[in-house]
């Protein structure tokens, strides 16, 4: 959905359109979702949480600034219910949550035990993923996972653009020293 659409829309539900603001449900609720679960590793926690953002976002639309991007907005305030839920000392549960939370579906090209060494690696990422320090975890996540450009995390994570770089560079070498640290060989694969 391009821009103009999306602050069309906002416009429209200002002015008391508010069933137009499915729209821009349907389009993020994937995302909000997806960020929520590789921060939280929680499928429920994830669906709480996106629902919160939205409803957040609903309430505070009026001060939703319309020169700037709606999805760098309520990406913020998705990450910041995220921080929030994290900081309460609701500590990340991998049980229950696949290994590819948003991958594609599994590769039917792919034998099963090629399958089942893909899904280990998935699984063995992800939990070297949640023992990453949140900032770092955060940066990687947007970064990598919801493949948003440096300059995406760097507002949505209220930092400048070489801090963005940096926390990212730092969860990538992280999580490698994790992954060889845990499997006892280099990964190349990082």
Known sequence: MEEKKEIDIIKRVLDGDHDSYALLVDRYKAPIFNLACRMTGSYEDASDLAQETFVKAFKNLGH??????????????????????????KRVSLRGVAADTDLPSRDKSLNPEHSLIREQKMRHLNMCLHRLPDNLKEAVVLRFYQELSFGEVAGISGISLSAAK????RGLEKLRELMEEQSGEPDSGL
């Open 64 to 89: 939703f600034d319309q020169k700037k991007k709606f999805f760098t907005w309520l990406y913020t305030i998705g990450l910041n219910l995220v921080r929030n839920h994290l900081k309460k000392g």
């Open 166 to 169: 940096m926390r990212t560079y």
